[in-house]
């Protein structure tokens, strides 16, 4: 089991950058990978980016180039940096966890989630 607590979301103007961050807490050691969702009302959640045990960082198409993710092992928390932001990015976000050695975009791969944060743009 893992706590995850996000924070960072807030509002911009089209064109803006903001950053979410993602502390977890867990007494797990196996391999953990981590992802950031985001969701609109009335719509499933969407995966945007995966970070696997062995760092490697996939992107949802609809973010890449314009949304970097990392990830501060010491600090136990996950960032998402996100610039060139655009009025459908508009969204609640969420980070998510699972203790299993490959990652997805996909929501059903995880058991463990933030309360999520709030990101609005406007144009």
């Known amino acids: 089991q893992a706590r995850l607590a996000e924070s960072g979301g807030g509002s911009a103007q089209s064109g803006g950058s903001l950053k979410l961050s993602c502390t977890i807490s867990t007494t797990y050691t196996t391999p953990l990978c981590m992802a950031w969702f985001r969701q609109v009302p009335g719509k499933e959640r969407e995966g945007v980016a995966t970070?696997?045990?062995?760092?490697?960082?996939t992107y949802a198409n609809s973010v890449k180039g314009r949304f970097t993710a990392s990830l501060d092992n010491a600090k136990n928390t996950m960032y998402l940096q996100m610039n060139s932001l655009k009025p459908e990015d508009t969204a609640m976000y969420y980070c998510a966890a699972e203790f299993v050695g490959y990652c997805s975009l996909a929501e059903d791969h995880y058991r463990n989630w933030g309360q999520g944060t709030q990101v609005t743009v406007s144009s």
């Open positions: 970070i696997d045990p062995d760092d490697r960082i």
